[in-house]
């Protein structure tokens, strides 16, 4: 036997469990023809959080005398922002190499066919393994009338180097608005469609209302679906029609980007062995994130479940554990939803649905001392208990928020009661402080609430 594991797919499923699975003794493959870190390094969580980074400082120079500074001239062009993005994708890209070699592991720059469970050909080369990992990711899916040429999707769109004077963005979830964050900022004329009744349909309809508020610069069309796209070469433009809730609006853009999400990349020959998939047309997994084919086991994109790679992380951490013959299970509850807009939206915790009867807590951004030394004064925090006190579910739409939810999220995980987490003692002037004040509000003790 070759190897004792083979990983199939570089990215942070594969190299997680790679590296997890390697520390732990086994001798160890991966393989992926695509540089190493797989979409969440080359192509999706770096370069966006790269790019709005900058759509960030720029907001901030454009209210420079608001910080009492005089910056005369400045400019960003969309090439020298792909050069700063390619610069910080590289350097992860090649940690993420190092990291491998440093373990030991061997990488394999073809993505390999699985012949049966304990055998892979790679180019021409036959490997022999005891356990193989399936981590192949996923893809954008696109439908029609979109698949049209010329249209981007999150995969592309970092690829470019001219800024369009206007942009469609299909979807309005959180890649989505985060791209529409980022071109709005660079000066793009952006519209965003989304099908469903609002933006950001997966979070709580306050946050949707709050970031319609704040994106105000940004045209949005809800209840709407593209109907038909035409190229207008001689313009270089697209004429769209779209459907709303009551008429059609058409409109002419210079460009369309794609981000109604993503496809799971499921391996042609695992469907020809009759791999089981699910609902959602990933690979399905047991709580050891082994597959119906004993021996193959799958973490990430490619099983459809959450399409984030910290959950990809610890789907590929557990998949190694329990092939390491550590008998670990993975657990869903309590996995935050992280967006980077600005202001930055987080939230973890039961559906709000589910939440009927529940006591609530709601303490405003612009009430922070700290929020008004950095000039912001738009957002919220907000706190749902049960009748009991246990904290169950919470919001947070605010600067920083992407970074407290990891509070939020212990908070749940240890089944903490309002009580519990009040006797923290919270640090001042901060933003963590709208936790404490959330969390009073719900006990109607809140000291700074206006």
Excluded at 299 to 319: C, F, N, R, S, W
Excluded at 360 to 365: D, H, L
Excluded at 418 to 431: G, M, Q, Y
């Amino acid at each position: 036997m070759d190897y004792d594991l083979c990983v199939i797919g570089a990215g942070p499923a594969g190299y997680t469990a790679a590296i997890s699975a390697s520390k732990m003794g086994l001798k160890t493959a991966i393989f992926d023809a695509n540089t190493p870190g797989g979409v969440c390094t080359n192509r999706g969580c770096i370069p966006t959080k790269t790019y709005l980074e900058t759509a960030r400082l720029l907001k901030q120079v454009s209210n420079a005398k608001r910080f009492a500074l005089n910056v005369e001239r400045w400019s960003c062009t969309l090439s020298s922002l792909k050069k700063r993005k390619d610069r910080v994708v590289s350097r992860l890209a090649k940690g993420v190499e190092y990291l491998l070699k440093e373990n030991n592991i061997s990488l394999y720059t073809s993505l390999a066919e699985i012949i049966d469970r304990n055998t892979v050909r790679s180019d021409n080369e036959v490997i022999t393994t005891g356990t193989i990992l399936v981590a192949t990711g996923s893809r954008p899916k696109v439908m029609p009338p979109l698949d049209t040429e010329h249209v981007w999707t999150s995969d592309n769109v970092f690829d470019v180097d001219e800024l369009p004077s206007s942009l469609l963005i299909v979807g309005g979830g959180a890649i989505g608005m985060e791209m529409a964050e980022i071109f709005s900022a660079l000066g793009t004329e952006v519209t965003v469609v989304e099908h469903m009744d609002r933006i950001l349909p997966m979070e709580d309809p306050i946050v949707s209302e709050e970031m319609t508020n704040i994106l105000r610069h940004i045209t949005i069309l809800t209840s709407s679906r593209v109907d038909a796209i035409h190229t207008d070469s001689k313009a270089g433009e697209f004429e769209v029609s779209i459907k709303g809730p009551e008429d059609n609006v058409n409109l002419r853009t210079e460009k369309i980007l794609v981000s109604t999400g993503r496809i799971p990349n499921v391996p042609r020959e695992l469907l020809e062995m009759g791999i089981e998939l699910n609902a959602r047309g990933g690979i399905k997994t047991g709580p050891t994130m082994e597959t119906s084919i004993r021996g193959i086991y799958a973490a990430g994109d490619v099983t459809g479940e959450y399409m984030l790679a910290y959950v990809a992380m610890k789907q590929g951490k557990i998949a190694a554990e329990n092939i390491s013959g550590h008998r670990k299970t993975m657990d869903y509850d309590y996995i935050p939803s992280v967006i980077f807009t600005s202001p930055e939206i987080a939230s973890v915790g039961r559906p709000i649905e589910e939440l009927r009867g529940s006591k609530k807590g709601v303490f405003p951004v612009s009430a922070l001392g700290r929020a008004r030394t950095m000039e912001e004064n738009t957002g919220f925090a907000q706190i749902y208990t049960s009748s009991s006190g246990k904290m169950e579910r919470i919001t947070i739409v605010a600067p920083h928020a992407t970074e407290l939810i990891g509070w939020a999220a212990l908070a749940l995980r240890k089944g903490m009661n309002i009580d519990e987490f009040l006797s923290v003692t919270f640090p001042h002037p901060t933003i963590s402080e709208i936790l404490k004040e959330a969390a009073e509000d719900v006990l109607g003790l809140s000291i700074h609430k206006p």
